[in-house]
């Protein structure tokens, strides 16, 4: 049983967001770099449980990125996972990362991809649904819970207007969310571990980038709050009214 | 050449984000100089010649029964070949659950880029460049598409839907369809609630409510608003609300014509799920609380004092006309 998890560096839900070279480029100064949050809390998370359930399940990471990449990787290691591949590239085309992720994954053949839902920098969603139209395996998208039976998935997930649950045989393609598992520490024994997992680099295959990020803008700043005394809440109801005209 | 708009369906009916991509796909058309058509999958209980009344001027429909059920492995062999029949050089998808689950998937069998969760139309003066919102609608990026046959998937609410006169010519496609994979073993829909991403007005509490046994003063603003509820993640971690109200940088992100906060303090991974929010009113007991800051309208007080009253004052609104 082979599972490939994807990874993706993310600046840190905190950091300032600014850019530089007239809008063209995210400014990296002074931002902390961490692992997507759905990638680790969910999607690394559920594959180390398997495996932890099942001596026989080796789990692979994979991300596309340049170097800077690989303290980010060595964190994931040190959570589980058996060995990673970095695809060494630096682009934010959604089907570049896709193309070269389905060439990792039909080399390996893996019987199960992991994504997260998405990444919190650029948001696309896009890569498990790419990455599985690639290898020509079924998708499910938003899990909130991952069940493995022998070679059956069971997988709970969000739809329009609720959630459904659906079983599959694999290989498939998943992408997580919460509920799929809890967040974790990485402990002293999975950091001094992590430094002698293998992290293969392999050079990107020749794909040809579809898009291409021509600028960046921060929203307009907000004009300012307007208060209202909480003895008058006839006027917040009437400014929603008048003024605002949201209700 | 045309504009080709993904229609989708719950339970034989077409949703709301379905109108506004409709809007959006036929206003990109007309800018093109192009037509706009829609495309949609199954069968379902509405008239869809009355889909022309966004401005579309045919409705391709499959309808196969099989995809009553959204498996996004036959979708995207349907779509990308209806997308070849109808010569569609323009694929808009909504980026809700079924857009996400299907656009990219079709955008890779079609070698098409795709921007996902757009905000804007695409600037076509030069190009094909898309507006989308990156850290978690903390910023915007410009990103061109530089392939011939291009997808964007539109996020929720971000542009105005328009219904005007017209009726769509009806054509039925014939592609063939394979089983699916997949055994779909049980379907819950939260009933009776407004989508969160589509609503036009949320509620939303935050850990100053305290517990769960106190949210009906929020319950009954959101009811006399008819707005959807949402809440922040330690209130979704607490289980005292649903996790699919969880709302933020890494829970669901809106942008609905009004944001009522009640007892959030406002963190910045908070502020990036509904930061793109047309109208942000926050109540909070603490002056200080960084929620201020992103506000349109506030009132510092006790959110279990004011909430009552500003529902009373609602309804007073509403009898008055
Ligand atoms: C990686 C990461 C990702 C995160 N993602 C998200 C996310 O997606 N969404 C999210 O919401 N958070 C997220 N968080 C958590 C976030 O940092 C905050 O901890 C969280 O938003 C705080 O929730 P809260 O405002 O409900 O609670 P608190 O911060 O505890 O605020 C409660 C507020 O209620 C007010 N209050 C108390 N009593 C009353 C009363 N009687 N009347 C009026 N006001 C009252 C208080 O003044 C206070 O401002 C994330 C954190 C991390 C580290």
Known sequence: MKIL???????????????????????EAGVQWIINPYDEW???VRAIELKEKD???????????????????RKALALGGDEAIRVNADNSDSFYIAAQIADVARQGAYDLILTGKETIDYNGSSIGGMVAELVDAPYLSLATLFELNGTTATITREIEGGEEVAE?????????????AEQRIPNMRGIMAARTKPLKVVEPAAIEALTSIMSYELPPAKAGVKLVSPD???????????EAKAI | MSVLIFVDQTEGHIKKASFEVLTYGAALARQMGTTAEALLLGTVNDDLAALGKYGVKKVHQ??????NHVDAQLYAKVIAEAVTASGANVVVFSHNQTGKAVSARVAARLKAGIVSGACALPDTANGFVVRK??????AFANVSINSPIKVISLNPNSYKTVAGEGTAEVVALNVPVDASKIKITAVNKVSGEVPLTEADIVVSGGRGLKGPENWGVLLDLAKELHAATACSRPVGDAHWRPHHEHVGQTGVQIAPNLYIALGISG?????????????IVVINKDPEAPFFKAADYGIVGDLFEVVPKLTEEIKKMRAAG
């Not at chain 1, 990874?7 to 809008?23: E, H, L, Q, R, Y």
């Not at chain 1, 008058?232 to 008048?242: D, F, G, K, Q």
């Open chain 2, 133 to 138: 919102t990156v850290f978690s609608g903390k």
């Open chain 1, 232 to 242: 008058n809440v006839a006027e917040l109801v009437r400014l929603l009214h008048e």
């Open chain 1, 42 to 44: 969910y999607a690394l």
């Open chain 1, 5 to 27: 998890v994807c990874v993706s560096k993310t600046p840190d839900t905190t950091s300032k967001i600014a850019f530089t070279n007239g809008n063209t480029k995210f400014d």
């Open chain 2, 62 to 67: 499959v309808a196969n029964e099989t995809l």
């Open chain 2, 267 to 279: 963190a910045i991974q908070h502020l990036a799920g509904v930061n793109r929010s047309k109208v």
């Open chain 1, 168 to 180: 599959v045989s694999l290989p498939v393609v998943v992408s997580c969310q919460k509920g799929v």
């Open chain 1, 55 to 73: 001596a026989a399940v080796t789990i692979h990471l994979v991300t596309v990125g340049l170097a800077d990449c690989d303290p980010i990787i």
